[in-house]
């Protein structure tokens, strides 16, 4: 398992455990998004929200993206990002870290990955976005980014006690 840390020491919220972490950020049902902070072309900070799959297995979290985006070109040049994947409503929770990207372009490699982001996100494969997307992707017009996190730093509310 990753290495957790605590976002917020000496507060009475506690760190989500290894198997919290790896439900929350891999639960289908809460359609979260990621948000990564990257370094843009004027070397100034951008934050873009997306949706994600992470493969539990590897705990390698993947997005796909027209490969013609800032983003994508960016991360060409400085594949070092920061994200954040939380909970906004009460109780809060989220992990947030840092890692690298790599992107893939190969399309035979890319095809499952962009199917479970499908499932995980639409959760259909007969979806009309999905009419768009594969073939996109089939075509080497999408590309999967695949963040390799270095930590995640996890929080929750603490619960009031009675």
Same mark, same amino acid.
Request: with cysteine; charged share 25%.
């Given at each position: 398992?990753?290495? /957790? %840390?605590?976002?917020?020491?000496?507060? =009475?919220?506690? !760190?989500?455990? *290894?198997?919290?972490? +790896?439900?929350?950020?891999?639960?289908?049902?809460?359609?979260?998004?990621?948000?990564?902070?990257?370094?843009?072309?004027?070397?100034?900070?951008?934050?873009?929200?997306?949706?994600?799959?992470?493969?539990?297995?590897?705990?390698?979290?993947?997005?796909?993206?027209?490969?013609?985006?800032?983003?994508?070109?960016?991360?060409?040049?400085?594949? /070092? %990002?920061?994200?954040?994947?939380?909970? =906004?409503?009460? !109780?809060?929770? *989220?992990?947030?870290? +840092?890692?690298?990207?790599?992107?893939?372009?190969?399309?035979?490699?890319?095809?499952?990955?962009?199917?479970?982001?499908?499932?995980?996100?639409?959760?259909?494969?007969?979806?009309?976005?999905?009419?768009?997307?594969?073939?996109?992707?089939?075509?080497?017009?999408?590309?999967?980014?695949?963040?390799?996190?270095?930590?995640?730093?996890?929080?929750?509310?603490?619960?009031?006690?009675?």
């Amino acid at each position: 398992m990753m290495k /957790i %840390i605590n976002a917020y020491p000496g507060s =009475p919220n506690e !760190p989500m455990t *290894g198997e919290e972490t +790896k439900n929350f950020i891999s639960n289908t049902d809460n359609n979260l998004l990621i948000r990564i902070g990257l370094i843009d072309e004027k070397g100034e900070p951008n934050v873009i929200p997306l949706a994600y799959y992470i493969d539990e297995i590897s705990n390698k979290i993947y997005i796909n993206t027209l490969k013609t985006t800032k983003k994508v070109n960016n991360l060409r040049k400085n594949n /070092i %990002i920061a994200f954040c994947i939380d909970e =906004p409503k009460f !109780p809060f929770k *989220g992990v947030r870290g +840092k890692g690298r990207v790599r992107i893939h372009e190969d399309v035979k490699h890319n095809i499952p990955i962009v199917k479970k982001f499908i499932m995980k996100s639409i959760g259909s494969l007969d979806h009309p976005i999905v009419k768009w997307l594969l073939p996109q992707t089939e075509k080497g017009d999408e590309v999967v980014l695949e963040i390799t996190p270095n930590y995640y730093s996890t929080w929750r509310s603490a619960v009031p006690v009675k």
